[in-house]
């Protein structure tokens, strides 16, 4: 079946630096979710990204689909103590709202 | 509105007993998600409804899970008996239907404890 695949599993970060986290799905998806969960929290929706080679910004995310449409990954610039908690991407079963999650980044930052 | 309900928040239950856990959608939302969150199995996807009706179920991981829809403001997630395997955290989440896939609403998750 689908499977959807996140790279790292965990990131400890020092307060200022960058982080990535990177999705590849087993399918080509038809868009793709992001979701950020904070500890002890729920999931929450980020953004979702639907064209081929995507790119869109929040503030200090920047969200990125592949040419393919099977990966996908979020990029935090300068990230803050705020940036903790587990960042999931998922993506649909094709043609239904079956979306499967991806593994999660959990995302430490070090003040 | 105030989001997705879930009730109860916690609940410790001790294994064989029956266990309801219950989930109140956004007011509109056509679409009713169940999923179970573990440290080992990450965050998956039980069953999910478009307008009361049960879509798809193979997420569900036995018979002894079932999930019912009764009106479009109330649907339950029933595990009996229980068992220590089935502790985890369980959300359910709600979507709009406009015709296009769009955003997850999640609940508070209800984390059950089977003893």
Not at chain 2, 56 to 68: C, T
Not at chain 2, 103 to 115: C, D, H, M, P, S
């Amino acid at each position: 079946g689908q499977q959807v695949m996140q790279i790292p599993q965990y990131q400890h970060v020092q307060e200022g630096e960058d982080f990535t986290t990177y999705c590849n799905s087993s399918t080509t998806l038809s868009n793709i979710q992001w979701y950020k969960q904070r500890p002890g929290g729920h999931p929450v929706f980020l953004i979702q990204l639907v064209k081929s080679g995507e790119v869109k910004k929040q503030k200090r995310l920047t969200f990125q689909f592949g040419e393919a449409k099977k990966n996908s990954s979020l990029h935090i610039t300068a990230t803050q103590t705020t940036d903790v908690g587990t960042y999931f991407c998922a993506g649909p079963t094709s043609g239904t709202y079956k979306y499967i999650f991806g593994t999660g980044t959990r995302l430490k930052v070090l003040a | 509105d105030a989001g997705v309900i879930q009730s109860p928040r916690h609940e410790v239950t001790e294994m064989g007993q029956e266990v309801t856990l219950r989930c109140k959608p956004i007011s509109g939302h056509d679409y009713l998600f169940w999923y179970r969150q573990t440290m080992m199995r990450g965050l998956e996807l039980l069953i999910y409804f478009n307008n009361n009706v049960p879509i798809d179920d193979s997420g569900m991981p036995e018979d002894r899970f079932s999930a019912k829809m009764p009106n479009a403001s109330f649907s339950t997630l029933k595990i009996q008996p229980s068992e220590p395997r089935d502790s985890a955290v369980y959300f359910c989440a709600s979507s709009p239907d406009t015709g296009a896939a769009t955003e997850a609403f999640f609940g508070q998750g209800t984390r059950l404890t089977v003893v």
